[in-house]
C-alpha cells in the first residue's frame, strides 16, 4: 500500500515557465515532507522541506506547499531552467517516531524544454 | 557535498555469493541509513542505524543485516546474494531528527 503517491510519471514545462510537481499522501501520522531531486547516476540531492505546523516554505526558486486536510503538498519551480530536468521525489516522516527513515513517492520526471 | 563515501560503486556477482557494501561518512552524523532504488518503486529503506551498535529494521529488510561499529562506517551485508536483490543501494546520513537526509551516489548492484 503507497503511502506517498506521485501520479505523475512525467512532466514537460517550458524554459521560463512555472513548474508544478504534486505529491499525496495517506498516512496522517506523517509530519515532515521533503523533495529531492535526482540526476542520472547520483543519489538524491535535498531541495526543501516542510513541517506540518507550516502550509508554505520557500527557498529561491522553490516554494513547498503543505494543505493537511488534503493530505496533499505540491513544489513550485519558478522560472524553470534547463538545469531543473531531473526527476523529483516526494518523502515523508514521522519526526516524532525517531530515527525511522523516509518514506518515498515513486518519482516525477520534469522535462524542462527550451 | 555531504561527505558521504559509498563503496564499491559497481558490482557484479552471483546468486549466493555473500556482498558487503560499504557506507563512510566524514560528518559525524548520529543517523545513518540503507536504501534501495528499483524501477517503479522509488526508494525503499533496508535498514537504519541511530548510533554505533544501534540498528533497526526498516520496510525491505528481510535478506540484509547491517553493521555499525563506528560512527563513521555503516556496513551492508547480503549473506547469500539472491537475483531480486539486483538493485541500486543508497545510503544516507542525518544530523538530528528535525534535519534532512543526505544521500551518497550509490552502489549499482547486478546478481546475475
Known amino acids: 500500500d503507497q503511502q506517498v503517491k506521485q501520479n505523475s510519471p512525467s512532466l514537460s514545462v517550458q524554459e521560463g515557465r512555472i513548474s508544478i510537481l504534486n505529491c499525496d499522501y495517506t498516512?496522517?501520522?506523517?509530519?515532515?515532507f521533503l523533495w529531492y531531486k535526482k540526476y542520472p547516476a547520483e543519489g538524491p540531492t535535498f531541495l526543501i522541506s516542510i513541517s506540518s505546523i507550516k502550509d508554505k516554505n520557500e527557498d529561491g526558486r522553490f516554494t513547498v506547499f503543505l494543505n493537511k486536510s488534503a493530505k496533499h503538498l505540491s513544489l513550485h519551480i519558478v522560472p524553470s531552467q534547463p538545469g531543473d530536468s531531473a526527476v523529483y521525489f516526494c518523502?515523508?516522516?514521522?519526526?516524532?517516531?525517531?530515527?525511522?527513515?523516509?518514506?518515498f513517492g515513486k518519482g516525477t520526471h520534469l522535462i524542462i524544454q527550451p | 557535498d555531504a561527505g558521504i563515501t559509498q563503496s564499491p560503486r559497481h558490482k557484479v556477482t552471483e546468486t549466493g555469493t555473500p556482498v558487503t557494501l560499504r557506507c563512510h561518512q566524514t560528518?559525524?552524523?548520529?543517523?545513518m541509513y540503507w536504501y534501495r532504488q528499483d524501477p517503479g518503486h522509488g526508494l525503499r529503506l533496508i535498514h537504519y542505524s541511530y548510533g554505533v551498535k544501534d540498528t533497526d529494521k526498516g520496510e525491505v529488510s528481510d535478506g540484509y543485516s547491517v553493521s555499525r561499529s563506528k560512527t563513521e562506517d555503516f556496513l551492508l551485508t547480503l549473506e547469500s546474494a539472491t537475483s531480486s536483490q539486483t538493485s541500486v543501494y543508497f545510503c544516507?546520513?542525518?544530523?538530528?531528527?528535525?534535519?534532512?537526509?543526505?544521500f551518497g551516489d550509490g552502489t549499482r548492484l547486478s546478481i546475475l
Open positions: 544516507a546520513i542525518r544530523r538530528e531528527r528535525d534535519q534532512p537526509q543526505h
Open positions: 498516512n496522517s501520522m506523517f509530519d515532515y
Open positions: 518523502a515523508a516522516s514521522e519526526q516524532g517516531g525517531g530515527a525511522d527513515g523516509l518514506t
Open positions: 560528518e559525524n552524523h548520529r543517523y
